[in-house]
Each structure stands twice: as C-alpha cells, then as structure tokens.
C-alpha cells in the first residue's frame, strides 16, 4: 500500500518491478497529493502549503514500465481486481481513486487509534 505522493518519491521502485517481475501486488491510493499531510495542516487550522500535487496518469506510467494496472472507485471493484492481481503471476498495479469512494473514507489525521 501506497499513496500518490509517496510513490512519486519512490518511483524506481515501479522500474525494479518491472525488471524483476515478483509476484507483488501495488495498491495505490490515488488522492492527489500528501492527503495524510493534507489532513494534518486543515486539521490544525493552517493553510494547504505542499500538499495537493499535480499527479501523473498512473495507467500511462504502469504501462510505461510494462506493468498492469487496474483503476478501481468501489469496494466491490478493489475485491475483484486484488483476487485477479494475486491469482496471476507478476506484478500489478491497483489504483484506487480515492475522491470517487463512497461512502468517502474518514480523513486520517496522525496519531490514528486502531480498534
């Protein structure tokens, strides 16, 4: 799991996927930019520096690396293509367009309790 903006730091890992070829399965989580970042600075009354970046198509990059890549917007979409992904060999890329959620998703603000 991963969100946009963290894997546009880490974007040589996509490169090393697609060389190696493991059996992983990418789930990105597609808000725009630094949402837990994002979060933090609405939460603490400050605002928006640095945080809502300018995404790349991430179909177009996978395939750019010669990597699958499946654009999910509903819970019952993300069960089918994560059971897909894992059922084939190879890497996957899973993006999950955050915005089109419904029910949205709480917005997570650090520290988060888990029940």
Do not use: C
């Amino acid at each position: 799991m991963i969100g946009d903006g963290g894997l546009a730091v880490h974007l040589g890992e996509l490169a090393v996927l697609a060389a190696e070829q493991p059996n992983v399965t990418v789930v990105l989580f597609n808000d725009g930019g630094y949402g837990v970042l994002r979060n933090l600075q609405e939460a603490g009354g400050r605002t928006r520096r640095g945080v809502d970046l300018h995404t790349p198509d991430f179909a177009a990059l996978s395939a750019a690396f010669g990597l699958r890549h499946k654009l999910i917007a509903s819970a019952a979409e993300f069960d089918k293509a994560l059971k897909k992904a894992v059922g084939r060999p190879g890497p996957t890329v899973i993006e999950v367009d955050v915005a089109a959620l419904r029910p949205r998703p709480r917005r997570m603000v650090p520290p988060v309790s888990i029940p």
